[in-house]
């Protein structure tokens, strides 16, 4: 085997809610290939398995046809992951109910699988790939439609006891706030989302629904200095402050990576968030809070990541 190592390949597959990021990794962390494919969710779950099994065995031909050696396929789905046993419990985007896909793979493509929750194996990535990398402990928030985490320790990253650990978005963080889609009132995501921003904001200028003002352009206009956008920011800020402060308390860490549609507002977000988490620091540790580094290529790496993990490679990234 030894004289084959350097042409080991894993197949690496981000399915998401409308498209699926898909590439072909070494152990080295080194993308050789990518490829994007519709997910089709309207097919229903049975089609969206076949496609999945499809292009993960079409990427393993062609590794193979260019004289790579795949060596395991690594999925990261969103919903409710049961990682330990590889099945896809439950999806709203894509309509899965505990799917076997770890199997399925197994037994279509002849090689070890592994199955991962996307904002988990996104963190993951971020840990050891990129804006958290060497720094041992992260605490990666995924800031979008709502609130994920994954608190990754030396590389690994906590599933917990029933595959839901890192559901920071549904931290209770205003009794009197918005109820959230989980059905409690002033979680996190109610309040602080990219969706639960641009909503607020609608709701303050007396909105129309039919023109709905993302949480991008209420960071532009908060910037540009237009007084209800800094309100409704700012009421962002204290209440994502709040969140990263109970997440500290309880993993202290190193640093925290935010991700996600809003991370893209950039020192927009993050100084002022800087400022808020440092005032809420008492005899906890401030983390360091940057940026993902790799985009929206972070659940493809970090399925990557899960399917070397799953055959014992790890002579990558880590080095610090
Ligand atoms: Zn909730």
Redesign the pocket.
């Known amino acids: 085997m030894s004289d084959r190592v350097s042409d080991r390949v894993v197949v690496a597959l981000d399915v998401g809610g409308t498209g699926m990021k898909c590439a072909l990794v070494r152990p080295d962390g080194v993308v050789v290939r990518t490829e994007r494919h519709p997910t089709g969710a309207a097919r229903g779950p049975a089609a969206v398995v076949g496609t999945i099994l499809d292009v993960a065995g079409g990427l393993a031909d062609k590794a193979r046809a260019d004289g790579l050696t795949p060596i395991a396929v690594g999925i990261a789905v969103p919903g409710v992951v049961d990682e330990a046993r590889g099945v896809a419990v439950w999806s709203a985007n894509v309509g899965f109910r505990d799917v076997p896909l770890r199997d399925l793979t197994v037994r279509r493509l002849g090689l070890p699988a592994a199955l991962g929750h996307d904002v988990r194996v996104g963190g993951l990535a971020e840990a050891r790939l990129g804006a958290g990398r060497g720094t041992g402990h992260v605490l990666f928030v995924a800031i979008g439609t709502g609130i994920a985490s994954a608190h990754v320790v030396d590389g690994t990253a906590a599933v917990g006891a029933h595959g839901a650990a890192g ?1 920071i ?2 931290i ?1 963080v205003r009794p009197d706030g918005p109820r ?5 009132p002033g ?4 309040v602080a989302s990219a969706a639960a921003i641009g909503r607020r904001y609608a709701e303050l200028a007396g909105g129309t629904p039919d023109a709905p003002v993302t949480a991008a352009e209420v960071a532009e206009r908060a910037a540009a200095g237009e007084p209800l956008a800094s309100q409704v920011w700012q009421e962002a800020i204290e209440a994502l402050a709040d969140g990263l402060a109970s997440g500290q308390a309880l993993f202290d860490v190193a640093t925290i990576v935010l991700g996600g549609g809003l991370a893209q507002a950039g020192d927009r977000l993050l100084a002022p968030l800087r400022a808020a988490l440092h005032e809420r620091m008492t005899f906890h540790r401030e983390p360091q809070l940057v940026a993902a580094a790799l985009g929206d290529e972070a659940g493809c790496l970090g399925a990557a990541l899960l399917a070397l993990d799953a055959v014992g490679v790890r002579d990558h990234q880590e080095k610090r």
Request: with cysteine.
């Open positions: 559901e978005g549904h209770m959230c889609g989980c059905g409690r979680c996190l995501e109610a």
